[in-house]
C-alpha cells in the first residue's frame, strides 16, 4: 500500500527543539518527518534534496535567519511553511512579515529560544502542520509575490509617503469614483490560515475615502494581532488599527479583532461601537470569532452589511452568516476555491448557498467597492 503520509522537514537551531518537534509531528498518522535543519542555510538544501511536503521553521537562527531562508524557498522551491515564533514584539512584527513572504501559518512559542514549555502548544503544532500540508502551494506563491511589491524587509512600519508608486496609483485610481456615505453600513470580514497575506491583498486595495467602517476577525493568538495592524497600517490607504473596547466606529477605518477577544458590533442611540468580549468562550477553539462577529451585526436591524469570508479551514463563519443572511440587509461574498490557501471556512459558505459572489482574492477589494454603490 502506497504511503500516502505527508513528508515534514524540522528547522531549528536548537537539537533539544527538533527532537520535540520531530516527536510531535511523528506521533501524527498523516506525517512523517524526513529531516531536520539547524538552520536557514541548511534548510535551503534540504528542501531542495529531500523535497519535503511542508516544513517546520523558527524564525530565530544564526547563520541564515528563519525571515531570509522563508523568503528564498518560497522563490526557489516554494513550499507551505508553518513558522515557530517569540511573542516579543519584534517577534510578532516578524511573523508578520512572515506571513507577506509566503508562510503558511506560525505557533507562538509558549518560552524563549529553548521553550521547555512547548509541549503546551503540542496540539496546535501538530493541526497547524497537517493543515499546512494540505494548502495551496499556487495561491501562496502567487500573493507573496505580488506582496514584495509593497514591503520591506525589516520590521519598520512604512510611513504613507513610502508605499509602492503602485499602491498609491491604485488608491489614487479608486477615490475617483463615489462611494456610499451612510454611517450605518459596514464591511465585515471573516479569515483564518492565509488570512494576513490575504487580509494585505485586500485592505491595501480600500480607497481611503471609502466612507463605511471595516471590522476584520483574523484568527490569531495575543500579542501578534496588533502589528499585523501596525503593518497593515503603514500599507494601506485606509487607517487599519487593532479594536479597542468601546471606541466609536469611524468611516475609513478598518478595526482588527484583538487575539484573545470576540468583536462585536453595538448601537448605542443612534452611533455604532466596538464591543470587545474576552470571557464569553471560544468558538470551535477561536477567540476572536468570526460567527461571533457576525452575529452581532445580524442582530442590528437597521444597518447595511457587505459580509467577506476568506482563507481558512474549517467553517467559522457560517452560522453567522446564516443570521447576516438572513437579516435581508447584507451581501455576502466568499473568496473562491482558486485563490484560498486553504478552501475551508469560504467553502462552507458556498456550499450553503449563502455567497451572493464567489470571488478571486485579489477582485474582492474592488467587488466591495460595487457592493457598497447597491
Do not use: W
Not at 516579543?88 to 521553550?115: C, H, L, Q, R, W
Not at 493541526?127 to 494540505?134: D, F, G, I, P, T
Not at 463605511?212 to 490569531?220: D, E, F, G, T
Not at 475551508?344 to 456550499?351: D, L, Q, S, T, Y
Amino acid at each position: 500500500m502506497r504511503d500516502v503520509r505527508k513528508k515534514v522537514l524540522i528547522v531549528d537551531d536548537s537539537a533539544f527543539m527538533r527532537k520535540l518537534i520531530s516527536e510531535m509531528l511523528s506521533s501524527h498518522p498523516e506525517l512523517e518527518v524526513i529531516g531536520t535543519a539547524r538552520n536557514g542555510r541548511e534548510a535551503l538544501e534540504k528542501v531542495q534534496l529531500l523535497k519535503p511536503d511542508v516544513v517546520s521553521m523558527d524564525i530565530e537562527m544564526p547563520v541564515l535567519n528563519g525571515l531570509e531562508a522563508l523568503k528564498r524557498i518560497m522563490e526557489t522551491n516554494p513550499v507551505p511553511i508553518v513558522m515557530l515564533s517569540s511573542t516579543t514584539e519584534i517577534g510578532a512584527a516578524n511573523t508578520i512579515i512572515a506571513m507577506e513572504y509566503g508562510a503558511v501559518d506560525f505557533v507562538a512559542k509558549p518560552g524563549g529560544p529553548i521553550s521547555l514549555n512547548l509541549k503546551d502548544v503540542e496540539r496546535e503544532i501538530v493541526e497547524k502542520v497537517v493543515a499546512a500540508s494540505k494548502a495551496k502551494i499556487t495561491a501562496l506563491t502567487t500573493t507573496a509575490a505580488a506582496n514584495r511589491n509593497v514591503t520591506r524587509d525589516t520590521v519598520l512600519i512604512p510611513s504613507k509617503e513610502e508605499q509602492s508608486p503602485h499602491l498609491v496609483q491604485l488608491n489614487s485610481a479608486l477615490q475617483k469614483k463615489k462611494y456610499t456615505k451612510s454611517t450605518n453600513t459596514f464591511v465585515i470580514i471573516g479569515t483564518s490560515t492565509g488570512g494576513p497575506r490575504a487580509l494585505q491583498e485586500v485592505l491595501t486595495k480600500l480607497p481611503s475615502d471609502i466612507g463605511v467602517p471595516i471590522l476584520v476577525v483574523q484568527h490569531m493568538p495575543p500579542g501578534f494581532t496588533k502589528s499585523l495592524a501596525d503593518r497593515l497600517d503603514g500599507l494601506s490607504g485606509i487607517h487599519v488599527k487593532e479594536a479597542s473596547d468601546g471606541e466609536l466606529l469611524v468611516p475609513g477605518t478598518a478595526y482588527i479583532a484583538p487575539g484573545g477577544k470576540h468583536l462585536k458590533i453595538s448601537k448605542i442611540g443612534t452611533a455604532f461601537c466596538v464591543r470587545l468580549d474576552a470571557e464569553e468562550l471560544p468558538r470551535m477553539g477561536h477567540r476572536p470569532s468570526v460567527d461571533v462577529l457576525f452575529e452581532s451585526a445580524a442582530a442590528i436591524r437597521d444597518a447595511r452589511f457587505v459580509a467577506i469570508v476568506m482563507t481558512g479551514m474549517g467553517h467559522d463563519g457560517k452560522a453567522g452568516m446564516q443570521l447576516v443572511k438572513k437579516s435581508g440587509n447584507a451581501i455576502c461574498i466568499a473568496e473562491s476555491e482558486k485563490t484560498s490557501v486553504i478552501y475551508g471556512m469560504p467553502k462552507a459558505i458556498i456550499e450553503s448557498g449563502l455567497a451572493d459572489q464567489v470571488v478571486d482574492l485579489q477582485d474582492i477589494a474592488s467587488t466591495i467597492v460595487e457592493s457598497l454603490k447597491q
